[in-house]
């Protein structure tokens, strides 16, 4: 596993590129979503679920994370940090301007 903090200027062509090679690829990954906040504590927004795809929208701030079903979205992410194992990735983990943060784990 590499873990390593993805700089804001390549977060549209980094989850832009792994939509495109999974869809390339003809590859059914599957998708788990958890929310922490300060708050209200680990939250599970999902279960594992058929990814669709990632996609980072710059004009509006929002990352998309889109499961059978759903269009989760992250909204202001302040830090996206990817870990990833022998060029796959494993896991991102999103923090937000408010302090919340998202993982979301992929099979």
Same mark, same amino acid.
């Given at each position: 596993?590499?873990?390593?903090?993805? &700089?804001?200027? %390549?977060?549209? #062509?980094? !989850?832009?590129?792994?939509?495109?090679?999974?869809?390339?690829?003809?590859? $059914?990954? @599957?998708?788990?979503?958890?929310?922490?906040?300060?708050?209200?504590?680990?939250?599970?927004?999902?279960?594992?679920?058929?990814?669709?795809?990632?996609?980072?929208? &710059?004009?509006? %701030?929002?990352? #998309?994370? !889109?499961?059978?079903?759903?269009?989760?979205?992250?909204?202001?992410?302040? $830090?996206? @940090?990817?870990?990833?194992?022998?060029?796959?990735?494993?896991?991102?983990?999103?923090?937000?301007?408010?302090?919340?943060?998202?993982?979301?784990?992929?099979?």
């Amino acid at each position: 596993m590499a873990i390593r903090q993805l &700089p804001p200027a %390549d977060w549209n #062509d980094y !989850f832009d590129a792994f939509s495109k090679a999974k869809d390339d690829a003809g590859r $059914v990954d @599957y998708a788990e979503i958890r929310v922490f906040s300060p708050e209200i504590g680990a939250q599970p927004q999902t279960k594992w679920l058929p990814l669709q795809g990632l996609t980072y929208d &710059p004009k509006d %701030d929002r990352l #998309d994370v !889109f499961v059978t079903g759903i269009d989760h979205m992250i909204v202001h992410p302040k $830090v996206i @940090y990817v870990d990833e194992t022998n060029g796959r990735l494993d896991s991102i983990e999103v923090v937000r301007e408010d302090g919340t943060y998202e993982v979301v784990e992929f099979l």
